[in-house]
């Protein structure tokens, strides 16, 4: 089950195929998604199980992990971490905030983007690396790695900021050869001083998913 080789023993994951049923949500959890539909009930319940899983993993004991404010997870005190899914596939990655800055994760399906909305996220720069990439690798959907990309990279980036990331402002070089991807933010945009960031890109069992982890 993908999730990955390149993470370092500080960061602990979990992944799933099959959705969880709600019942082992905390009650700050369940009222939050008490008139969402029962699909996207199903990826909470499911997530945060995979959190908590993961969670256990570090030694932690069992927490509720409703959303904030902004809708991004509320993480216990001195813990960071990340969550995804997408059709038959869950998955988290939580780390001690001393050992890690920030992790973003993202599972997209091995599926093309619509035509229309890849100029929404990607510059001509990085059309023109996607054609090229298209050209030597065509069994790979490019176009929707990069989106999984940019989303792991918004993941990172948000709780460290508290700002929002434009598609745009974040410029991405795809590494075919070592899964691996490096990216260039606007200026403005910076990632803390002194911190180094590790991006791999990983193709399995039909789905695309991307990492971003920052650390000191």
Same mark, same amino acid.
């Given at each position: 089950?993908?999730?990955?080789?390149?993470?370092?023993?500080?960061?602990?994951?979990?992944?799933?195929?099959?959705?969880? *049923?709600?019942? #082992?949500?905390?009650?700050?959890?369940?009222?939050?998604? %008490?008139?969402?539909?029962?699909?996207? +009930? !199903?990826?909470?319940?499911?997530?945060?199980?995979?959190?908590?899983?993961?969670?256990?993993?570090?030694?932690?004991?069992?927490?509720?992990?409703?959303?904030?404010?902004?809708?991004?997870?509320?993480?216990?005190?001195?813990?960071?971490?990340?969550?995804?899914?997408?059709?038959?596939?869950?998955?988290?990655?939580?780390?001690?905030?001393?050992?890690?800055?920030?992790?973003?994760?993202?599972?997209?399906?091995?599926? *093309?983007?619509? #035509?229309?909305?890849?100029?929404?996220?990607?510059?001509? %720069?990085?059309?023109?690396?996607?054609? +090229? !990439?298209?050209?030597?690798?065509?069994?790979?959907?490019?176009?929707?790695?990069?989106?999984?990309?940019?989303?792991?990279?918004?993941?990172?980036?948000?709780?460290?900021?508290?700002?929002?990331?434009?598609?745009?402002?974040?410029?991405?070089?795809?590494?075919?050869?070592?899964?691996?991807?490096?990216?260039?933010?606007?200026?403005?945009?910076?990632?803390?001083?002194?911190?180094?960031?590790?991006?791999?890109?990983?193709?399995?069992?039909?789905?695309?998913?991307?990492?971003?982890?920052?650390?000191?």
């Amino acid at each position: 089950m993908i999730l990955t080789s390149h993470f370092s023993a500080t960061i602990a994951w979990q992944a799933c195929t099959a959705t969880v *049923p709600i019942d #082992h949500l905390w009650p700050e959890e369940r009222v939050q998604i %008490a008139d969402a539909i029962s699909k996207r +009930q !199903l990826e909470y319940s499911s997530v945060r199980w995979c959190a908590r899983q993961a969670l256990q993993q570090l030694g932690h004991p069992p927490v509720a992990l409703p959303n904030g404010p902004q809708r991004d997870p509320v993480w216990p005190q001195g813990i960071i971490g990340s969550l995804t899914h997408c059709a038959g596939y869950y998955a988290a990655a939580v780390a001690r905030r001393s050992d890690c800055l920030a992790i973003g994760i993202d599972a997209e399906l091995h599926q *093309p983007m619509p #035509h229309d909305t890849l100029s929404m996220v990607a510059s001509p %720069a990085e059309q023109r690396m996607l054609q +090229q !990439l298209a050209e030597y690798h065509p069994a790979i959907h490019w176009d929707t790695l990069l989106f999984s990309i940019k989303e792991s990279i918004f993941k990172a980036w948000f709780p460290l900021t508290r700002r929002w990331l434009d598609f745009h402002q974040a410029t991405v070089r795809l590494e075919h050869d070592s899964n691996t991807f490096s990216v260039q933010l606007e200026a403005g945009c910076d990632w803390p001083p002194a911190s180094q960031q590790q991006g791999n890109w990983y193709r399995d069992n039909g789905l695309l998913l991307s990492t971003l982890v920052i650390t000191p």
